[in-house]
């Protein structure tokens, strides 16, 4: 079972390597992280670089996709190739996914057109101008596309995608593997949840704030 | 603040990347990948490969030490680079920290003697007979050393220790940043949770499990 993980300038690592440690374990798992080119890719804040073992051009037909999200994804839906490379994959495979902001990715692909669909909790509006019905959950399933909030709900979107292609028990087997028994020792990891100043300075902070990037 | 995530062939990539994640975002940060010598690290699965930017001798004495666990721990604990870098580094660290059987790595180091601590839920056997006062939690603080559980359990750990650095509120701001409101599809994340024939599967396949060993 052929999955790919697209890389490209600027991802944010855990949205990758959350639901990579979860897939590469499920039997006959052939998961590759794959960019416009091989070779070197950096995240977000340049702390960490991970190889692309595959260009886009060895792994055209996957049965899984997973796009990551990151600040990079402006430059990655701004450029032709990857939203054509996702478009053709996107029709033979058995599952399309995102974590975070990666839907933004499948949306500037055309993939999300009246979709129900997530992303990172402050980019639900440009998601919804990406022609996808925004919602404000942890995982979506619409058909085969699956779309998870941020970044870390890569991990529980993979689990149930595992349990999906392979089974509970598998999924179950894979989430013990990896102690998945979340403590954080917060609960303030949704807008819902997390104390209202530290929302109102996310918010201020964040780079889809039209009106705060026009005062700055 | 210098963080070293010290990296070895065949770790386990989400107990490195998940307290990246935390960690980098941490005011100052100035995180690095570290290993014996620059370039590229391969993953427990074959699957994945990480740059090393820097060399351990590049970076003596970092305030925050993180030693990810993996099958490649065995290789880890084998040599005596990495187990004397440790020692000294550990000498002048604000935090030595691991994840899952990273902590077998600072036991083989000498740096666990008669401290509380944790590992993977199989490997607390082992983590007893070097040394450590063995115990099954999430995250264990004993003084500047601690150690998170399986996989998963160092974003927790990451989490924790991110409000001891730089106070609650900048933990909770990393912690909705990268939304970590967890809600795993099933409650098998730990061996008192998961069905119990899943536990025994694990347990039975696991390298820890001289008996089964013995058997094969």
Not at 122 to 128: D, H, P, V
Not at 198 to 214: G, H, K, P, Q, Y
């Amino acid at each position: 079972m052929e999955i790919a993980i697209l890389l490209y300038e600027r991802f944010t690592a855990l949205d990758a390597i959350g639901p990579y440690e979860v897939l590469s374990r499920l039997p006959g798992a052939d998961l590759a992280f794959v960019a416009s080119e091989r070779g070197e890719v950096r995240t977000d804040n340049g702390m960490l670089t991970i190889v692309a073992e595959r260009s886009l051009d060895e792994m055209r037909s996957p049965e899984i996709v997973l796009v990551p999200g990151g600040p990079g994804e402006v430059g990655a839906r701004a450029g032709s190739e990857v939203l054509e490379w996702l478009r053709t994959a996107h029709e033979t495979t058995t599952w399309t996914t995102s974590v975070c902001t990666g839907s933004l990715i499948l949306g500037a692909a055309g993939l999300l057109d009246g979709k129900r669909a997530t992303s990172h909790w402050l980019a639900l509006q440009t998601l919804a101008g990406l022609g996808a019905e925004a919602v404000s959950e942890r995982v979506v399933f619409d058909g085969k596309i699956v779309t998870a909030a941020g970044v870390s709900a890569g991990i529980d979107m993979a689990l149930a995608l595992a349990a999906r292609i392979a089974g509970e028990e598998v999924a179950q087997a894979i989430q013990l593997g990896i102690e998945y028994d979340p403590q954080p020792p917060f609960d303030a990891g949704s807008p819902e949840k997390a104390p209202a100043e530290i929302v109102a300075l996310l918010r201020d902070r964040s780079r889809f704030n039209e009106e705060a990037a026009a005062r700055r």
